[in-house]
């Protein structure tokens, strides 16, 4: 069993289908959007909730826009969060956003990530969601650097700890945990990391899952 307040990895996309994925988010480039932090290029690939402003009409466009080109990995995403977590009654979150993808590549020098956050920006469209406190995220390794490998850094019973990011796997942390994405050494203009990120929450009785 699972300690869910704690980061955990599970084995989950084939080889194929994180080639699949990363061949993907690749080909959508014009379509990355950047955001900080400050001293490496870094993107999103859809809407995550955290940089959406609560009414923008826009984010029906781009659900369908993700939908087209990822339907896939969503019913995959869902599958194993159903199994995970051993519930039913999960969705991908249309209202809202659907999960997405974080793209960091170079040339940059040493970058470290300053603020530890918690992963709770569905209160930002839904006021006191989630139901019961019950909020999970997630991110899949999708591409990778080398100094040092994506990892997430996060503070657990007041330790600071980190995990390494294995290529393809879920990892899976409480969203009311402190974290942080690992900092890099250097990155290379020829480097990306590419994770896959969401996170699922209980609203009204059903998991819904989004950015």
Request: glycine share 6%; with cysteine; net charge negative.
């Amino acid at each position: 069993m699972y300690d869910l307040m704690k980061p955990n990895s599970v084995e989950w996309l084939t080889d194929e289908e994180v080639i699949r994925a990363r061949n993907q988010v690749h080909a959508l480039r014009e379509h990355w959007r950047p955001f900080g932090p400050q001293g490496v290029h870094s993107y999103t690939l859809g809407r995550a909730t955290y940089l959406s402003p609560r009414f923008d009409q826009t984010i029906a466009e781009d659900v369908e826009f993700m939908h087209m080109h990822f339907g896939w990995l969503f019913d995959r995403t869902v599958e194993k969060i159903k199994e995970v977590f051993d519930i039913d009654n999960v969705r991908i979150f249309d209202e809202v956003t659907t999960p997405g993808f974080h793209v960091f590549t170079g040339p940059a020098d040493a970058v470290e990530i300053p603020h530890y956050h918690v992963d709770t920006t569905i209160d930002h469209f839904i006021p006191d969601a989630p139901d019961d406190g019950w909020m999970h995220s997630f991110g899949a390794l999708l591409d990778n650097i080398s100094d040092p490998p994506a990892h997430l850094d996060y503070i657990y019973e007041g330790v600071h700890s980190s995990q390494v990011y294995e290529m393809g796997h879920m990892n899976l942390w409480n969203s009311y945990m402190k974290h942080k994405i690992g900092g890099v050494k250097s990155i290379t203009n020829e480097e990306f990391r590419i994770t896959f990120q969401g996170h699922v929450c209980k609203l009204d009785g059903e998991y819904v899952v989004y950015f």
